[in-house]
């Protein structure tokens, strides 16, 4: 048995006998080998250069976007191993590629590991692995295709426009909105970019989603949106269907002239006659409390879904709504009799 060294790395063989020195040349393998009886020889390659494309590797080979290097392991049987690790070039180069210098390998088959990890020089979580097989000879510089397996994942986030999402969040009423799943690790680290999982909402009349997670709001209020992934992990975020533009005031009944006691109902709409309910950033207000008034007597009433309106003394008031924000407002007249 010797020990070999090669760039300063110390590789054990064993059952061999170097005949042309420590590094590349010839080595016989000892015993009856040969037909004669003599030793056969094994033909050492040259170094092997290795590169690997990041961008590549990120589009067709499902390494995770969060790799920032690369640890890749080169092993021949149990005779020869050897490990650089590959960093991310900056986001500023125009090169995606960065290429190794491994030691010598005898020619013939060996398997390449590669293993993505979150930091710099192999620091933080493995997020993904790879391993195939390449055949080394004299003079070649490889470029494995490999395909990357995700870490299993211990938790799922959402996200909205690269936007790790917190519990609750807000989309327009009839705006399409994408939500995103990742799987990340215990610490938080995405290890799985794209898991495979479904959607779901629990009140698709409020907010639906698609299989892809594009969540549209119908009507509004608030709703779970839930993703769970392949391996039962889930993750909800709760959903409030906002954004709505005042359209009108519906009153119920809707009349001008009332007689004194009466009561009324009123609340504002959108342009598809839809009950606004959230983002309530308006006014209710009375020109003459002793006219009309609201609720329990209150002649001003702010972020109210419905009113209720109560016809208090004879006379002439006006009911208005105003939208805090755009200033836009509605007015209805109101004629109260004295009853008969």
């Known amino acids: 048995m010797v020990m070999l060294t090669g760039r300063g790395t110390k590789r054990r063989v064993t059952g061999v006998r170097v005949v042309l020195g420590l590094t590349v040349g010839m080595v016989f393998v000892g015993g009856c ?72 390998f005898f020619d013939g088959d060996a398997t390449v590991n590669a293993s993505a990890f979150s930091g710099r020089d192999g620091s933080g979580e493995k997020v993904a692995d790879a391993t195939r097989t390449v055949i080394l000879g004299a003079g070649r510089n490889l470029r494995p295709e490999f395909t990357f397996s995700a870490t299993p994942y211990s938790a799922i986030r959402l996200l909205r426009n690269g936007t790790v999402l917190g519990p609750t969040t807000e989309v327009a009423v009839d705006t399409p909105t994408a939500v995103t ?126 009113v209720t309106i109560r016809a208090v003394g004879p006379g002439v008031a006006n009911v208005t709504l105003t939208e805090t924000n755009s200033g836009k407002s509605f007015t209805k007249t109101f004629n109260v009799v004295p009853v008969d």
């Open 33 to 104: 080998g040969g037909r004669n009886g003599g030793a056969s020889a094994v033909s050492r390659t040259a170094p092997v250069s290795i590169g690997f494309d990041f961008s590549r590797a990120e589009t067709s080979a499902q390494l995770p976007s969060t790799a920032q290097s690369v640890v890749i392991t080169v092993t021949q049987g149990d005779r020869f191993t050897d490990t650089r690790v590959l960093n991310r070039p900056p986001q500023e180069s125009e090169a995606s590629t960065v290429t190794a210098e491994f030691l010598a």
């Open 181 to 306: 799943a990742q799987g990340v690790t215990g610490s938080g680290t995405p290890t799985d970019l794209n898991p495979v999982g479904t959607w779901t909402s629990d009140n698709p009349e409020i907010a639906a989603v698609t299989n892809t997670g594009v969540v549209t709001g119908n009507n509004y209020g608030t709703v779970g949106i839930r993703f769970t992934g392949d391996r039962g992990i889930f993750a909800t975020v709760a959903v409030t269907v906002g954004g709505a533009v005042v359209d009108s005031v519906r009153f119920v009944p809707d009349i001008t002239t009332i007689q004194q006691s009466a009561v009324l109902t009123a609340n504002a709409t959108d342009s598809k006659q839809r009950t606004i309910t959230t983002n309530l950033n308006w006014r209710w207000e009375t020109s003459n409390a002793q006219v009309v008034n609201f609720n329990d007597g209150n002649a001003v009433v702010n972020g109210a879904t419905t």
